[in-house]
């Protein structure tokens, strides 16, 4: 009964929260662009210390809005990047981006008393001591990202599997992406305040990169990618609870394990 009272309500919110970005994770893998997300994450966590170091409490509304306001602008960028024709890879201004984020952020928390505190939660989070309140308040929101994304589906699926046919048909493919950004960052920025840039890193990617490989059809790499983040969520909230283990990166490590059985799997399977 411990486990229970202890680990309820970050059980819940990792087995209610992570599936939208479950969702992303398909489309960012499959636009090859996979540090926005990271990026992403860490300018959300960059706006959260400053208003930290303007002397809001980091679960203020400001620290919220500033977070917001920083993605909103990586989101702009990541949109004029893609747009327009490129003369260095997409990835390498995401690096820079997320570089410069992670930089600013350890200086500007230097400047704070609690400094090396605050810059640890960012990173992995304090889902150990998430409240029922921010569990259905974010997944309300989360369900509010997930009607968007299945009432404009086509023009999501089109800018991010078949772009050329997308502006052959007159789309806005700009306009489109900085939605899909901006709502991306909505997401990116709750999840940080809930659970830090490591975490939202892992669920986006490692799970499907797992159905990647073992699977080819949409349909199926969700819906186990879905699976094999629960399955990474309850091992490292198990193993966070008996081995007294930071909960956030137990996860993490407990998604990297899963996809080191899942990868010999794999070979096997494609070899067959």
């Known amino acids: 009964m411990e486990i229970w009272q202890v680990m309820l309500w970050p059980l819940l919110a990792s087995l209610l929260l992570p599936w939208i970005l479950v969702y992303y994770g398909l489309h960012i893998v499959q636009r090859q662009i996979i540090f926005v997300d990271l990026a992403l994450a860490q300018v959300a966590a960059l706006g959260n210390c400053l208003a930290i170091l303007l002397g809001y409490d980091a679960h203020d509304w400001q620290s919220y809005a500033c977070s917001l306001a920083f993605t909103l602008i990586g989101a702009a960028i990541f949109t004029l990047t893609r747009a327009r024709t490129q003369v260095v890879a997409q990835e390498a201004l995401i690096g820079i981006v997320y570089v410069v984020a992670a930089a600013?952020?350890?200086?500007?928390?230097?400047?704070?008393?609690?400094?090396?505190?605050?810059?640890r939660r960012s990173l992995v989070g304090e889902i150990l001591v998430v409240s029922p309140t921010e569990i259905w308040r974010t997944f309300l929101l989360y369900v509010g990202v997930g009607v968007v994304h299945y009432l404009f589906r086509r023009q999501f699926q089109l800018i991010t599997y078949e772009p050329q046919r997308a502006l052959a048909q007159g789309m806005s493919v700009a306009r489109w992406d900085f939605l899909f950004y901006a709502l991306f960052g909505l997401v990116v920025t709750t999840y940080v305040h809930l659970a830090g840039v490591l975490l939202v890193f892992s669920y986006l990617i490692t799970?499907?990169?797992?159905?990647?490989?073992?699977?080819?059809?949409?349909?199926?790499?969700?819906?186990?990618?879905?699976?094999?983040?629960?399955?990474?969520?309850?091992?490292?909230?198990?193993?966070?609870?008996?081995?007294?283990?930071?909960?956030?990166?137990?996860?993490?490590c407990a998604l990297g394990g899963v996809l080191l059985v899942v990868f010999p799997f794999a070979r096997l399977r494609r070899r067959a």
């Not at 199926?220 to 007294?244: E, K, N, P, Q």
């Open 104 to 119: 600013g952020a350890i200086l500007m928390l230097s400047q704070s008393a609690s400094g090396n505190e605050e810059l």
């Open 207 to 252: 799970p499907v990169v797992c159905a990647s490989l073992l699977f080819d059809k949409p349909g199926h790499r969700a819906g186990f990618s879905w699976l094999f983040a629960t399955l990474g969520s309850v091992i490292g909230l198990y193993a966070s609870y008996r081995l007294d283990l930071p909960t956030g990166a137990a996860i993490v």
